[in-house]
């Protein structure tokens, strides 16, 4: 069974920062795309970060700067250290990770985090 565990949220005030983790079970990581979402209330899901099976890392410019993204393929975990948070950040962050397309993809979500930055 496929189980995507984020971790790491909190309240933080606005300036300071946090580090989530994503980490899975009956997956291997390294060969999926992992991508952080967040979801504001009243606001559609957002891609905010992602790195491909290569490395390769991209950012939502409202994050650019202030929020990294990185794995660790030895304890299957996925990162988001976000510096410099601003009130316009509280969301719940979920991991999704992504292989194949089609009929041969596979789609996994975490149950979210809450981050709450208060101004």
């Known amino acids: 069974q496929v189980q995507l565990v984020e971790s790491g949220g909190g309240l933080v005030q606005a300036g300071g920062s946090l580090r989530l983790s994503c980490a899975a079970s009956?997956?291997?990581?390294?060969?999926?795309?992992i991508g952080w979402y967040r979801q504001a209330p009243g606001k559609q899901r957002e891609l905010v970060a992602s790195i491909s099976t290569d490395g390769t890392t991209k950012y939502a410019d409202a994050v650019k700067g202030r929020f990294t993204i990185s794995g660790d393929n030895a304890k299957n975990t996925v990162y988001l250290q976000m510096n410099s948070l601003k009130s316009e950040d509280t969301a719940v962050y979920y991991c999704k990770a992504d292989r194949g397309t089609g009929p041969f993809q596979y789609l996994y979500w975490g149950q979210g985090t809450q981050v709450t930055v208060s101004s």
């Open positions: 009956g997956i291997t990581f390294r060969l999926f795309a």
